[in-house]
């Protein structure tokens, strides 16, 4: 009886040290997603950031409430993919805080969300590489998630922006762009080893590109008593044939379409017949997915749309070459000044500006 007793407590022993040791081959990878924003203010469920250049305006960010991870481990010399998640948040689940690290000024104002990662630790070393993009509305991509293999299909992955929703809602997107590089190194990734728990830090950036429009008629064109007709008041405006295909998730440089598109998202109101403040000055901003012409590689066009004076006519249809570095890491901010000193309907230019 005293034998079969030793040999079940020897038993317990060698369970109870299983389940000991277990968790050592595992650890908690903390992955901090940074937002950068100018000013630490939190109004109805989201960020308020001043417009750079612009005092009397400011923008509305909204949290970012779906996550997608993709993380990769090197085997052989070879990225393949080791796990994907996907995170449904809350706005409460990012936090006002102030940055410390590589990627920004230190001490600047930031909204962060911190991940625990669970993940096995490999002896003697693990290299990984984190890519994250985040959306206030829930993305479709062009692959799922869950059947990525490889860095290649990672760097191609792509997200819809045909819906409307999504459309208006790009300026909420962020990404961790594939050439953002700190110490010659994907900012994105991470070494460990099983005495030391690495983290990443990720500041996450906008895949589109800010559009900012100002227009002025000159004072003498506003009213003109002595020849009516001369007189010029901008009476409509619109951006037209925005891309609305499929846009890289983390190289925001590299959309592409064959031509110069003829359909496409428009957004129709910047400016209509009924906004008489709106006549002979504003400004207005959207955001849209930056994009080149196969055939012309060096600009991104923007298409607008305007007219003078009344509703009726082609309007003045301009194109507006951007020069773009498709491989920056960054989407640049595009800035348009039209000032007005004639009707201009029924007239097609294509400008380059700088």
Same mark, same amino acid.
């Given at each position: ?7 079940? *407590? ?65 085997? &052989? ?13 809350? &706005? ?11 990627? #920004? ?65 790009? !300026? ?47 004072? &003498? ?12 008041? *901008? ?8 891309? #609305?295909? #499929? ?20 957004? #129709? ?33 923007? !298409?607008? *749309? ?11 249809? *301009? ?36």
């Amino acid at each position: 009886m005293k034998q079969y007793l030793y040999i079940l *407590l020897f038993a317990l022993l060698l369970i109870g040290c299983r389940d000991t040791d277990e968790p050592q081959q595992q650890m908690s990878l903390p992955v901090y997603l940074s937002l950068p924003t100018n000013e630490m203010v939190n109004t109805q469920q989201a960020p308020i950031r001043k417009v750079i250049g612009d005092p009397g305006t400011t923008e509305t960010f909204f949290f970012p409430n779906y996550v997608y991870f993709i993380l990769l481990k090197k085997v &052989d010399n070879e990225w393949v993919i080791w796990r994907t998640l996907e995170r449904t948040l809350t &706005d409460d689940d990012w936090k006002a805080t102030h940055y410390s690290g590589r990627l #920004n000024t230190t001490g600047d104002s930031i909204y962060q969300y911190k991940e625990e990662i669970v993940m096995p630790m490999s002896k003697p070393k693990f290299d990984g590489r984190i890519y994250a993009i985040a959306s206030a509305e829930p993305l479709t991509f062009s692959q799922s998630i869950s059947s990525i293999t490889n860095l290649s299909q990672t760097l191609n992955l792509k997200f819809s922006t045909a819906s409307s929703t999504i459309q208006h809602n790009l !300026q909420h997107v962020y990404s961790t762009p594939y050439n953002y590089n700190v110490g010659g190194s994907y900012y994105g990734s991470f070494s460990g080893i099983r005495s030391t728990v690495p983290h990443v830090q990720l500041m996450l950036y906008h895949v589109a590109s800010k559009v900012d429009i100002k227009w002025n008629v000159t004072a &003498d064109k506003r009213i003109n008593k002595e020849d009516p007709s001369a007189a010029v008041r *901008l009476t409509n405006m619109q951006a037209r044939y925005l891309f #609305n295909g #499929n846009a890289y998730c983390f190289m925001p440089m590299r959309n592409t379409v064959p031509t110069l598109p003829t359909a496409g998202y428009s957004i #129709n109101d910047i400016i209509t017949p009924a906004d008489e403040g709106l006549w002979w000055e504003g400004r207005t901003y959207f955001y849209t997915i930056p994009y080149t012409v196969e055939s012309e590689t060096r600009y991104f066009p923007l !298409q607008m *749309l305007m007219r003078t004076n009344g509703t009726s006519g082609s309007g003045y249809q *301009l194109t507006l070459k951007q020069p773009i570095d498709t491989t920056s890491v960054f989407v640049p901010w595009i800035r348009g000044n039209f000032v007005f000193n004639k009707p201009l309907d029924d007239k097609t230019e294509t400008k380059i500006v700088e």
